[in-house]
């Protein structure tokens, strides 16, 4: 297995020290950023650092102190910062030719013929799925799989789930269940409708793992002629809801979604843009459960060195677009077809999924028993290398631990890891490491989170 540094090169840091944040240096920079930025910026409210250099899964900040990333720029970063080879090919095609509309380019063919590879079911011969590629984000993806599915079915209507992420450009929020940033702002989520997701927080009674509540729910509200919700444009729906806390979807739910989708007529949208490019064990989280989606987004990893890149994937049927009728000016980005074409070969060459099967089995042993040592802490959950840790604060009560999140992601950045927090309230503590990360380096670092759960369960702050 390939890492970008080795277990004797991450010896030689002094990672987990405790150390007062932020520094001198980091101090001045985020004093600079809070007078020229805008207040919208999120990440160094609560990693209060200023970053040098990265290379690998360390991050170095400008005060010298090292950190193990376990964000991985939320997720974007497949094989950690700076891997060398794409850094190589990167290089070389700065040289070459960077921007290129729509054009067709060598380097873009490639990237083209391996991603559509990938596809379950994909015959070149009949060219059964087509590539769009969109703006640079994976709300530009999203938003452009909305557009398809509207002209392809000349419906407008589209099901969304609650607790569902989707983007905050002004249609993606209107996908989003998160109300905070549809606060004040109208015209958001035409013609959405939202859904309970096979999540336990939306029928308490139910036994674990039963979800038959949801699909029955979700089936009398989308086939009661009665029911005050028209044929939907679209279904869009996440196989592991990150943002939303990382709850896992139900087979049973998926399937029910998926069929009842194709019954209507409406187009399956699988957002996979934190989950896609192997962070869930397989290259598309949707394979395990062998539903048919009709389109998939992808994002964040597909460039797996963080040249930014988004892309639609869909089948060849609805191919509605006429020229012109959905542009982007950046979405000709050579950088991350070189790059991307790389890290596809990475995969299978390094068997990196294999190694995200490890980084699983390996948070299930460290973190995994956190839940039996206390009453806060709700669960661990995951799949892969995408995890989270729930705690609860209020005798047991759901969505109520985000400020124990908050206090062990502080600890934990003290003492040198870099996590998130997300889920309802912020409730959840979320791991998204290098999905190459070296594996002692990774134990070592989950040792940590737990040492640091346990110290904010004992001593109920931050020390």
């Known amino acids: 297995m390939t890492t970008i540094l080795d277990a004797s090169h991450h010896n030689d840091l002094e990672l987990f020290a405790a150390r007062t944040l932020p520094g001198p240096r980091s101090a001045r920079l985020l004093a600079d950023q809070e007078r020229q930025e805008s207040n919208a910026r999120t990440y160094p409210r609560r990693l209060p650092f200023g970053i040098a250099s990265a290379r690998g899964s360390i991050i170095t900040d400008v005060d010298g102190n090292h950190y193990v990333d376990l964000l991985s720029g939320a997720g974007v970063l497949a094989l950690g910062h700076s891997h060398p080879e794409l850094v190589t ?27 559509l590879a990938r596809i379950p079911g994909y015959d070149a011969g009949t060219g059964n799925w087509k590539v769009h590629f969109c703006g640079p984000t994976g709300a530009n993806a999203v938003d452009a799989a909305i557009k398809l599915a509207r002209i392809a079915t000349g419906r407008h209507g589209v099901i969304s789930f609650q607790g ?72 869009i729906l996440e196989i592991v809801q990150g943002e939303g806390g990382v709850v896992l979807g139900d087979p049973v739910f998926l399937a029910t979604v998926a069929n009842l989708a194709h019954r209507l007529g409406a187009l399956l949208i699988v957002d996979e843009i ?36 988004s892309v639609l994937l869909y089948r060849s049927e609805h191919d509605v677009w006429g020229p012109g009728t959905h542009t982007g000016t950046f979405r000709g980005n050579q950088l ?27 948070v299930r042993d460290t973190l995994g028993p956190l839940p039996e040592r206390s009453p806060h802490v709700y669960d661990v959950r995951g799949i892969g290398a995408m995890w989270g840790i729930e705690f609860v604060a209020d005798s047991g009560r759901r969505d109520t631990g985000g400020a124990l ?39 070592e670092a989950c040792a940590v989170i737990a040492a640091a759960v346990d110290d904010v369960m004992t001593a109920g702050a931050v020390r």
């Open 405 to 443: 999140a908050r206090a062990v992601q502080e600890l934990c950045v003290r003492r040198g890891i870099v996590t998130e927090v997300g889920g309802r309230n912020d409730s959840v503590l979320r791991l998204l490491p290098p999905l190459n990360i070296d594996l002692d380096l990774f134990a």
């Open 336 to 362: 991350a077809f070189a790059t991307g074409s790389a890290f596809l070969d990475i995969l299978d060459r390094d068997d990196v999924l294999g190694h995200v099967a490890a980084i699983e089995r390996t």
């Open 89 to 115: 090919i990167a290089q070389r095609q700065l040289e070459l030719f960077v921007h290129g509309l729509d054009m067709p380019t060598p380097v873009k063919a490639e990237f083209t013929g391996k991603l």
């Open 274 to 309: 934190q989950t896609g490019c192997g962070r869930t064990g397989t290259f598309f989280a949707y394979e395990r459960h062998g539903i048919r989606p009709d389109v998939v987004c992808l994002s964040k990893a597909l460039s797996g060195i963080g040249t930014p890149i």
């Open 164 to 235: 569902g992420f989707h983007g905050t450009t002004h249609l993606t929020m209107g996908l989003t269940g998160l109300l905070a940033q549809r606060a004040g702002i109208a015209g958001i989520g035409d013609g959405v409708h939202f859904l309970p997701y096979s999540d336990s927080r939306n029928h308490p009674d139910q036994r674990p793992g039963d979800h038959r509540y949801h699909t029955t729910l979700i089936e009398s509200l989308l086939t009661d002629p009665n029911g005050g919700i028209p044929a939907p444009a679209a279904v």
